[in-house]
């Protein structure tokens, strides 16, 4: 199946959307974004919440590897929203009022996913949960003293 | 369209609560100190305690004869938000420490706090960022800090061992120390020693290969690590089948609970954890080394000075992960005591392994039988593919990793007794790295389950008394000078029993199952004791037939009323 075919039938499925064929619109169904590293080593994204969509765009944020983030964020919509976003040491809230913009400063560690979410209301269970992904793998020193192994 | 509002940078989420951000400077905690810490009974240092893990205070402010007054002096809630690392648990497994009035503790999802001890109101928080992805066997849970040097020390659900400062809880250092794609996690509570903080792996359930390591506690630089299956050519090797063979490179023997430590020997008697995989043994001929066994580890080299494997080729997931209790016979001989989720309770001389006694602790042992001499004959266990085998006690254990506890006065070992069999299928299947390597389908009893705590003398082995209880016993032991015995039950009662004979003398409902360990310490000539809450972890494993329980992640406090 190709991303076309998945989005097609999300669509047709009426579950790219609010109040379809849900009450909400489906997590983990947006778009995929990858952050881009600075010269400064930071990796930099932005993400944005559309009209009447109750969703991150893109929802699902890419990084090569754990270490220091910055995200603008930006509420397109028409009434207020806020991220609670993971970080190393506690989570970082910022609140979001009608067409505004901000932005995080984040340390987190990789390889692995967290979630954030805009913990206002039942924003986080319309849709308003975003995923940010890291890559890479541990250092050497943590690794396992043995041959390499199968992965699925 | 206008400018976009200015949003401004997100902020810590504690910024927006009412804890201080500071707790008070202590005294320094150093080897030394700790070493000597039942000199010191108001404070709880470490883990168990004390080094010899027996779990016991000397105060005696809270006795047997005054135990009904018991009340209620504060409760922390940990609270959860977020998705950040699974809704699988969020319950306390942790036991707390105290330092002069402050009180450390680790929550679910690498949660830290600095609680007043006397008063319960939060001083500092800090909360590691958990990947909700990490492989966990048993949900986000973490059994406990360490502190010392003037700092708190966790390791975390990612295997990363990191050192906070203990008046801020600000990151000193962060040390990476495992491989979360080779489905390897944290959940141990570090045990600081010399100048070294000791911590061991989690992963069994995803053939990990399992180590215990050593960090400089001031620079977090690894001092040694010491992995416990042999590679070929190494002592042991030859427990895993022929030269050829692979199985020990993901062999298991993880060492997820905080081993016991003998100041004059330099040794840690760590419990090391199952094979891998858990019940498919025909991958793995041999004994399997040193899965299931207690290894005594020099603290300065890290080398194994010796062993004792309680289940030789386990077919039955029985980890030997859970303590190894010090104490000394009354000839003096150096014991160490250990109650097996095989069902058998151990005794060995601790200098040099020797087996002293072995004995049964449970009611149901079917898998197999030990014999005083220590020869173990396997008697059910899965085998043929396809074909369903019940056996007890089931992979839980007849103890799981929640500790007993020895009191000095009494003699007596107190051992949390769960009595649940399981059924286990064979079902073979192919190691892949972060998929569960077990080997078998497995379903632990839903019915025909309960518990005691079991009151055993180790230097002869008799039951001198036990508390039954409806449900099976899942948290650990704590005794005290006060001729009492404290545990929470799986159904949300904290109990105190009288320590010589086992009658229950006072309950307290505290809404949510216990798998944690309660403590005790003393804050200006007021003693008090300490139990975190949360039905979590592996309930699936120990007791599904609570799987429904009332659950909560509150930490209780309780002392005799001021006047």
Known sequence: MTSTDRDADLAAAGLDGQNRTALGRLLGTGSIGHAEKGSDGIMRATVRIPEDELIWEPSILVFPEGGEVELTLINDDKNTHCAVLPHNGDPKIIWLVNHSKGTARLSLSGPGTYYYGSTTGNDEGRGLTGALVFGGEVPDQAKQDRPPQPRP | ?563
């Open chain 2, 1 to 563: 369209m206008t400018d976009y509002v200015d949003a401004g940078e997100a902020v810590p989420h504690k910024t927006l609560s009412a804890t201080k951000g500071q707790a008070p400077a202590t005294g320094n905690v150093d080897f030394e100190r700790i070493k000597n810490a039942k000199s010191e009974p108001a404070n709880w240092l470490t883990y168990y305690g004390s080094y010899d893990g027996q779990r016991h205070s000397p105060l005696n402010q809270i006795n047997s004869d005054n135990i009904k007054k018991l009340t209620p002096a504060w409760v922390f809630q940990a609270g959860m938000n977020g998705l950040h690392s699974g809704a699988s648990t969020y319950s306390f497994e942790a036991s707390p420490l105290v330092v002069e009035g402050v009180m450390y503790v680790s929550g679910p999802d690498g949660k830290v706090w600095a609680i007043d001890a006397a008063t319960g109101e939060e001083l500092w928080r800090y909360k590691w960022a958990s990947p909700y992805d990490v492989s966990l066997c048993c949900g986000n849970v973490n059994r406990g800090v360490a502190v010392g040097h003037g700092k708190v020390y966790l390791y975390t659900l990612n295997a990363h061992l990191i050192a906070l400062d203990a008046q801020t809880g600000d990151l000193v250092w962060d040390t990476v120390n495992g491989d979360v794609r080779a489905g390897e996690s944290g959940s141990v509570a570090p045990l600081l020693v010399k100048d070294k903080v000791v911590v061991g792996s989690a992963g069994g359930e995803f053939g990990l290969r399992g180590h215990i390591d050593a960090f400089d506690a001031e620079t977090g630089e690894r001092q040694w690590r010491c992995y416990t299956v042999p590679k070929p050519g190494e002592p042991g090797s030859e427990t895993w089948g022929d030269e050829n063979a692979e199985a020990w490179q993901r062999g298991g023997a993880n060492c997820w609970v905080t081993p016991t430590y003998d100041p004059e020997l330099e040794l840690l008697y760590h419990g090391t954890g199952n094979p891998a995989p858990d019940f498919d043994g025909g991958v793995r001929p041999g004994d399997n080394l040193y899965t299931d066994s207690v290894v005594a580890v020099d603290v300065n080299s890290g080398t194994i000075q010796w062993h004792y494997q309680f289940t030789p080729h386990d077919l039955w997931d029985y980890d030997s992960t859970m303590e190894n209790l010090l104490f000394d016979a009354p000839d003096g001989r150096k014991l160490l005591a250990h109650a097996d989720k095989n069902g058998y309770f151990f005794v060995l001389d601790r200098t040099n392994g020797e087996l002293i006694r072995v004995f049964p602790f449970v009611d149901r042992i079917t898998w197999g039988e030990i014999e005083p001499d220590g020869k173990v004959t396997p008697k059910v266990y899965p085998e043929e593919e396809g074909v369903p085998v019940h056996f007890w006690p089931g992979p839980a254990g007849g103890k799981e990793w929640t500790h007993m506890s020895y009191n000095p006065a009494t003699g007596l070992i107190y051992v949390p007794v769960q009595e649940v069999g399981a059924t286990a299928t064979r079902r073979r299947r192919e190691f892949k790295e972060s998929i569960p390597y077990w080997g078998a389908g497995v379903a632990v009893d839903l019915d025909d389950f309960y518990g005691y705590t079991a009151a055993i003398d180790p230097v002869t082995g008799e039951e001198k008394w036990r508390w039954n209880n409806e449900y099976p016993m899942c948290a650990s032991t704590l005794t005290t000078a006060g001729n009492l015995v404290f545990q929470g039950t799986p159904t949300g009662e904290f109990v105190a029993l009288n320590a010589e004979t086992g009658e229950k003398l006072w309950s307290f409902q505290c809404g949510s199952g216990h798998h944690s360990s309660p403590m005790t310490y003393e804050v200006d000539g007021r003693q008090y004791i300490a139990v975190p809450t949360g039905w979590g972890g592996w309930v699936e494993g120990f007791l599904p037939g609570l799987l429904g329980a009332a659950a909560g992640d509150a930490l209780f406090c309780f002392a005799l009323p001021e006047s």
